[in-house]
Nanobody, 125 residues
Framework: QVQLVESGGGLVQAGGSLRLSCAAS????????MGWFRQVPGKPREFVAA????????LYADSVKGRLTISRDNAKNTVYLQMNNLKPEDTAVYYC??????????????????WGQGTQVIVSS
């Protein structure tokens, strides 16, 4: 059974850093592009970043470009989101997800077929 398990969330002051991890099992991780989304209660899930299978290309939302960096380690079946210079507006539950087979990177949630449970990030001002 496919499992995506996020970790690394927590409480941090504005300007601080966190690194989120997503450990995958039950799927051919190296054959899947991966992405990160975030969601605030009452609002739609928002695309954050995505990375290709071989990490030769990435895609970022404009709101996080330059502050958040997606990476992956295929040997460890893990995708990361390095979060620097965090802002209160980054507060959300963060989810990792797998892009469906044969699809290119994109920000639409419908392109992703597996999702983790999420990890909470709170940035205080």
């Amino acid at each position: 059974q496919v499992q995506l398990v996020e970790s690394g969330g927590g409480l941090v002051q504005a300007g601080g850093s966190l690194r989120l991890s997503c450990a995958a099992s039950g799927l051919a991780f190296s054959s899947r592009a991966m992405g990160w989304f975030r969601q605030v209660p009452g609002k739609p899930r928002e695309f954050v970043a995505a990375i290709t299978r071989s990490a030769d290309s990435t895609l970022y939302a404009d709101s996080v470009k330059g502050r958040l960096t997606i990476s992956r380690d295929n040997a460890k079946n893990t995708v990361y989101l390095q979060m620097n210079n965090l802002k209160p507006e980054d507060t959300a539950v963060y989810y990792c997800a797998a892009v469906a087979p044969y699809l290119a990177l994109g920000g639409a949630a419908s392109r992703y077929d597996y999702w983790g449970q999420g990890t909470q990030v709170i940035v205080s001002s």
